[in-house]
RNA sequence: GGGCGUAUAGCUCAGUUGGUUAGAGCGCCACGUUGACAUCGUGGAGGUCAUAGAUUCGAGUUCUAUUACGCCCACCA
């Protein structure tokens, strides 16, 4: 693309990002390596499910990454972003089951173990990490070389060294212990993988009769199909009702079975009839009475959640939900139903399945945390790790100062394989290593697999080639940033810090940065079931990447949810097109300045002042992004570019342009300065609108690229004049004031006027002498009457504006000003001056004031107090003058 | 039950360590196409900062309580 070819006139974003990430990509740009010379800068990706799509929260997340990524690179930085996507054991075992069920109409365990693992690679490799793709169209500057997957041989060994590290430490253990099931994965769960929902239940009260006939004892029970499950009914040993009846037997109904009442700390006399019937093998806290009291631990159901046949004949094979309403209606029938309350619980579901898990006692393998969470906990209390928002660290510590074991076995065969060995010779023999036991006997391996966080927690050295001692891990490793969603705190961000500390006894990167989470613009969860989910990618076709990528940045808000509508990226599609025509305007004015990295001798006060908001700018965006205030940094350049050097500094330049000659040369020179570092600065945010800018405007050559241009710290050798900055602004505000004046009036902006300014003062009058031609210019004056002498508005019939910093403009109109509105506005103007002249009056008067607050702040009344009566008497004598 | 967050213009949000006329974008109203841009320009209207107290010379900003909404954690039958 040569800079000779004029712009088109609107900005087409679709061919340009086709045509970029090729050749980045090509280029190696995105490549990052260990090189001393440099500073290195790094991120690690959180890792989207293999089966994952492109979402908003991706796209998100991702920007915000490449932001950093593409600001490092800039900074002169080593950069390497490491992509990758994760295997995501259940989700991607239940997705291919379906796709076989529906392709082949084969189960899984027709296929058996093996076939069916092989059918998972072959779906990944067709169907798998489509995501990868969709992340290039967002511009992504990952270094797509290194891209892993969390099954990949180096990754997995790392996993097997990790497993077998722990448990000859002693933290890995297996034993029978109460779990979360998932009948729909039927697998085991971990803690974090159960969501607790508010629903609608019954509260069911039983008789359970005395087995010697005198009388009964009501229990409650919102799970009435566990009763077969009951091994004793439990009351308050001090409880007075029960006095006597500890020990007794009762008869469990439906069943042949009878039940003994035992005295626990458990049952709670306040609360019903102070008796509670005891399930050791479907609840945690009954598993624990059971435990004391020593009861039988009975496992009622089979693992997709249907009764066993421990169960009575007619209930065996019976969903749960099913033998739940034939259990209250046998209940019922005998007259063993008390009554029946509805009532809103807590009900556990399985995050993954979406049904409502199931707490059994099962044998499964158990991490231990209490250790490992000790040097993560004081990584962040030190400080050596950074949260932000910060506040999210006290969810951090709390999860982390009461941590339990991480249930990491899952009864899947999709994901790595646990390297334990059973001796089917010798009972209870247990073999752990990386491979099978050599030792004689019938070794067996375990058939589970593990939790995928397992791996995932590994992922920030793993995907640098750990537990080999790579040059990579030596050189990325900490990482810097981690950009992830505050609803994986405890899944990842928590158990990256303990294996970061744990294995390689440092932590894994140093600011973790939360975003939002997206919804949308009526603040609901996006969800593909609500059909509020939009596809990002034909966002992307619709208004382009960089529209999309900007739009999100701007609108995020700082620490609370975001309310996304497709609409919104009208804001980023509307600025890019608005940067573009500000080139096209530019490349319209002949040919780019030879030097377009420094600033030319001789600045007008407009340029100085331009150069004065790019400072500001560079500085403040430069700030802002340290702080991770992306969207703070997004606005800066909003305003930079679209207010400051659109709206303001190119209108005014116009009139040197069209001067011709040396002032057209030093114009074209600033605003070249200007554009180039605008560019620059938007990079990050906008990367194919601004690299295609860049070419196009000649600021890089045709072989390089923006990207890795000069990052603009703000300039500190850059001496810049205060005064005339200041009276530039005040000339802004006089323009404003005329435009007002033109407005009130419904002027056409093309109409030229003739306008009349009063200076404030003899500095005033000679700034605005010196900005006359700027001043006709900006206001479409035909003739502007300046001086000290007030104007005789009255007498010209002109409408004068408000007194502003430099002055008062009036808009003589004879014949045409209504006098009476025109007083109308000043008087309201005068009640105005008046009442803050009050207060300032008032503070200044009080003693308190004065004596105690700071002198800056007294003097800036005492200042403010001084023009505020100028203003007055300046304002009366305007309005006596109409008059 | 515990913890956290949010409440500012019609809508979505800014508002740094308290400093006195609370800002932006969108939307709305008026005017406007003379070659950068109608994906635009110019101007304008619009807010007793959720409520009640407290601290202070001064509170959108600090403290307490209340209300509403949201999120996280917790074994309550």
Redesign the pocket.
């Known amino acids: 693309m040569s800079n000779q070819e004029a712009l088109p ?4 974003p679709a061919a340009v990002e086709k045509h970029w990430f090729p050749v980045w990509e090509k280029s190696g740009c995105f490549h990052g390596k260990a090189n001393p010379q440099k500073t290195p800068f790094s991120i690690v990706i959180p890792p989207p499910n293999v089966t994952g799509i492109l979402t908003l929260g991706h796209v998100l997340n991702n920007t915000l990454q490449d932001i950093l990524a593409r600001r490092a690179r800039m900074q002169g930085k080593e950069v390497c972003w490491f992509p990758g996507t994760d295997h995501a054991g259940i989700a991607t075992e239940a997705r291919v089951v379906k796709f076989l069920k529906e392709t082949e109409n084969v189960s899984r365990d027709e296929l058996g173990r093996d076939e069916f693992i092989n059918r998972v690679w072959q779906w990944k490799k067709e169907y798998g990490g489509k995501i990868i793709t969709q992340l290039r169209t967002l511009g992504c500057s990952c270094d797509w070389e290194r891209e892993r997957f969390t099954m990949d041989e180096g990754l997995s060994d790392a996993v097997k060294k990790v497993f077998i590290q722990l448990y000859n430490k002693g933290y890995i253990y297996r034993g029978q212990r109460m779990i979360n099931w998932c009948p729909a994965a039927k697998s085991a769960l971990s ?2 993988e159960v ?2 929902r508010d629903v609608p239940g019954k509260f069911y009260h039983f008789r359970y009769p005395y087995a010697d006939g005198s009388g009964y004892v009501v ?5 009435p199909e566990t009763m077969f499950g009951d091994t004793a009914v ?1 009351v308050h040993p001090d409880d007075e009702r029960y006095a006597g009846k500890i020990g007794k037997m009762l008869k469990l109904p439906l069943t042949d079975r009878e039940i003994p009442v035992v005295a626990d700390q ?7 009839t ?4 005891i399930t050791p093998g479907h ?3 009954d598993f624990e009475v059971g435990r004391r009291c020593n009861l039988d631990v009975i496992n009622i159901m089979n693992p997709d959640a249907t009764l066993n046949d421990f169960c009575p004949a007619e209930f065996v094979g019976l969903d749960r939900f099913a033998a739940r309403e034939l259990a209250v209606k046998r209940m019922e029938e005998a007259g063993l139903l008390e009554k029946i309350e509805d ?1 809103t ?2 009900v556990g579901y399985s995050e993954r399945g979406n049904v409502p898990i199931e707490t059994l006692v099962s044998a499964q393998w158990f991490c231990k945390m209490g250790e490992l969470a000790k040097p993560a906990i004081e990584a962040v209390k030190s400080g050596k790790i950074k949260f932000y928002p910060e ?1 999210w660290s ?2 951090y510590f ?2 982390m100062e ?1 941590i339990q074991d991480w249930c990491i076995s899952r009864q899947l065969w999709w994901g790595h394989r646990i390297p334990a060995w059973y001796n089917d010779d010798n009972p209870g023999e247990v073999y752990v290593g990386e491979t099978a036991p050599t030792a004689p006997g019938k070794w067996r391996q375990e058939e589970d697999v593990l939790d995928t966080w397992f791996s995932s927690w590994l992922w920030p050295f793993s995907i640098m080639g750990w537990p080999e001692k790579t040059e990579e891990l030596k050189y990325f490793y900490p990482t810097n940033d981690l950009v992830t969603g505050p ?1 994986i705190i ?1 899944f990842w961000v928590a158990r990256m810090i303990m294996a970061g500390c744990e294995f390689i006894g440092e932590i894994p990167f140093r600011n973790v940065y939360f975003t939002s989470i997206i919804r949308d ?1 009526k ?1 609901r ?1 996006l969800s593909k079931s609500l059909g509020n989910s939009p596809d990002p990618l034909e966002v992307i076709s619709e208004y382009g990447a960089d529209a999309l990528r900007f739009s999100i940045v701007y ?1 995020a ?7 996304y509508s497709n609409e919104k990226c ?2 980023g ?2 600025f ?3 940067l573009w ?2 080139c ?2 530019r490349q ?1 004015q002949g040919e780019v300045s030879a030097d377009f990295e420094n600033v030319p001798a001789g600045l007008s006060g407009d340029e100085e002042w331009m150069l004065a908001r790019l400072e500001e700018a560079a500085k403040s965006i430069g700030e802002e992004l340290d702080k991770f205030r992306f ?2 940094a997004a ?1 800066a350049l909003y305003n930079l570019v ?2 400051d050097f ?2 303001w500094f ?2 005014a330049e ?1 009139l040197p342009l069209r001067a011709g000659g040396k002032e057209k040369e030093r114009a074209l020179a600033v605003l070249d300065y200007a554009l180039n570092k605008i560019l620059k600065l938007l990079h990050p945010f906008m990367p194919f609108i601004t690299e295609e800018l860049a070419h196009r405007m000649g600021f890089v050559a045709e072989n390089d690229s923006i990207m890795f241009s000069q990052w603009p710290e703000a300039n500190q050798e850059l001496k810049l004049d205060n005064d005339i900055i200041r009276s530039i602004e005040g000339k802004f505000e006089m ?2 004031s005329g ?2 004046l ?3 009036y ?5 109409k030229k006027l003739a306008f009349h300014i009063k200076a404030a003062n003899e500095t005033a009058l000679e700034v605005l002498t010196k900005e006359l031609d700027s001043l006709k210019h900006l206001l ?1 004056a035909s003739e502007i009457e300046l001086g000290l002498e007030a104007f005789d508005c009255a007498s010209r019939g002109a409408a004068p504006s408000q007194l502003g910093e430099l002055g008062v403009i009036s808009l003589p109109l004879a014949g045409l000003i209504d006098v009476e509105a025109e007083c109308a506005k000043l008087e309201k103007q005068l009640k ?2 008046e009442k ?1 002249l009050s ?2 009056r008032g ?1 200044l008067s ?1 003693e ?2 004065v004596n ?3 002198a800056q ?1 007294v003097a ?2 005492r200042k403010q107090l001084e023009e ?1 009566e100028a203003k007055k008497s300046q304002t009366e004598s305007i309005l006596a003058g109409l008059r």
């Open positions: 006139r609107a900005y087409e803690d974090e969501i607790y229990v409650a029970t919102t799970r439990a458990h049952a709670d006399p306040t609360k019903g102070g008796a509670v019937k609840d945690p806290n009532i619980h807590a506040r006290k969810t709390h999860w009461n609803d405890f613009d603040g969860k609108i808000p700082v620490g609370i949810d975001i309310r009208e804001i599609r509307n890019a097109n608005k025509n500000a096209r305007f319209m969207h703070a606005h679209w207010s659109c709206d190119v209108e116009k323009v404003r435009r007002n033109r407005s009130s419904s002027i056409a902006d093309g479409n105005d001056i803050w207060g300032v503070r009080n308190k004031f105690s607050a700071p702040v800036d009344a505020l």
